[in-house]
């Protein structure tokens, strides 16, 4: 048995806790509030800021874990290559983790070192920086802070009328203390993907069947598995993807969020060191294993022959159109009734406007007709989509 201690306890995390759980593993979780999502799944649970340096070092020399697993971008990422000198595992690694906390450090290694195809791109660090860097990329344009998470901070700028809210947006939502923003030509793409990608201690590097996802002010809405793409754009997809998880090092599970355009092929974007939320589809059994499953897997060494596509699915997020802090949910008894559909409700303890609380997750067979495939994934997308709606979260 294994001690892992896991810095921060979102939805995300309490997945994977049950899956270290089910393995056998003792797991405590953190989070900067109490009763967080994986704390309520968890063996011990403990209450701080993990920006706080000094006190991340004294609950690491509390627990004395044999593997620390990094939830969240708001952490004193920095601590964390002390931890991996003193035998600690670092999931994947602590190299991956402070490169993916920041979007310059990725993007510098996707695009400078290791040619990756990507948007063009600048930096700023104040508002006036911001105004230059828009003028040389072009309107329309992304501007997103350097740290931030679930798309938090992020906006497209159709105008130079845009870019003081943009600026107040980014900074607003970044996560630490970095107040630094990347301005990014916005790429014209027919859709988005997220390819899970595993890197395994002993076994070879293995990729899911793309995920595709719907996102709205950058904070992911549906996703749906598989998302039929040509295969040339698979195979771009996986290189890429083979690449710079390579060059992060680690062993775990990595969303690895690509464009797709039918003109241009693949174009990285950007890349998480941990399960994805998109990648919540596989709890309806899409896979043999889901994310969650496999990133507890390949983080204990324990061995990952295959991962194989066992039916398609959809997911839908359930948003609170209240501000509670004894949130209560109605609907739930619709989902229930579908047989091919399953609700996961999180369990955070606090609800906001616009805040995901939940996920509905539908699923339905596979043919070996492409076109039959296509229409019934719009099927499947409609009715999970019409399931959420039904949940409500009330006061």
């Known amino acids: 048995m294994k001690k892992i201690l896991l810095l921060g306890s979102g939805e995300l995390g309490k997945e994977f806790v049950i899956a270290c759980k089910r393995l056998g593993q003792y797991v405590v979780a953190c989070d900067s509030y109490d009763g967080a999502p994986a704390m309520q799944v968890a063996d011990e649970r403990r209450v701080f800021s993990m920006l706080d340096g000094d006190t991340l070092n004294r609950i690491v020399h509390e627990v004395k874990p044999d593997i620390i697993v990094p939830e969240i971008e708001a952490i004193r990422t920095e601590r964390l290559y002390d931890f991996e000198k003193q035998g600690i595992q670092i999931v994947p690694s602590s190299k991956a983790v402070n490169y ?15 040619g990756l195809k990507t948007a063009d791109y600048r930096y700023a660090t104040s508002y006036d920086e911001l105004v230059e860097a828009a003028n040389v990329i072009g309107f329309p344009c992304i501007v997103k802070p350097l740290m931030s998470s679930s798309g938090h901070g992020q906006s497209k700028v159709d105008s130079a009328d845009e870019l003081t809210h943009a600026w107040e947006y980014a900074c607003g939502d970044a996560r630490g203390d970095l107040m630094e923003v990347i301005v990014e030509q916005f790429i014209p793409f027919d859709y988005e993907i997220t390819l899970l990608t595993v890197t395994q201690q002993n076994g070879p590097t ?6 595709g996802h719907v996102q709205k002010g ?11 793409m040509k295969p040339e754009f698979v195979a771009q997809a996986q290189e890429m993807a083979d690449k710079v998880t390579r060059a992060l090092t680690g062993a775990g599970i990595w969303g690895v969020e690509f464009f797709v355009s039918e003109k241009e092929g693949v174009i990285f974007s950007e890349l998480s060191p941990r399960p994805h939320d998109t990648g919540m589809v596989t709890l309806g059994l899409t896979q043999n294993l889901s994310e969650f499953e ?33 949130p209560d949910y109605t609907g739930v008894e619709e989902v229930c009734k579908d047989v091919k559909s399953d609700v996961r409700i999180f369990g955070k303890p606090i609800a906001h406007v616009g805040r ?15 076109q039959e495939n296509e229409e019934k994934m719009l099927a499947l997308r409609d009715r999970c989509k019409a399931l959420a709606a039904k949940v409500t979260v009330k006061k």
């Open 100 to 114: 993916t906390m920041n979007r310059k450090a990725i993007r510098e290694l996707a695009h400078t070192e290791l």
């Open 206 to 211: 293995l990729f899911c069947a793309p995920i």
């Open 218 to 228: 950058g904070d992911y809405r549906e996703s749906f598995q598989p998302r039929i």
């Open 294 to 326: 496999l990133h507890a897997r390949a983080v204990l060494g324990l061995p990952i022959p295959a991962i194989v596509q066992e039916r398609m699915g959809a997911s839908a997020v359930i948003l609170s159109g209240v501000e509670t802090n004894s």
């Open 356 to 370: 995901r609380m939940g996920v509905v997750v539908s699923w339905d067979s596979l043919s070996d007709s492409q």
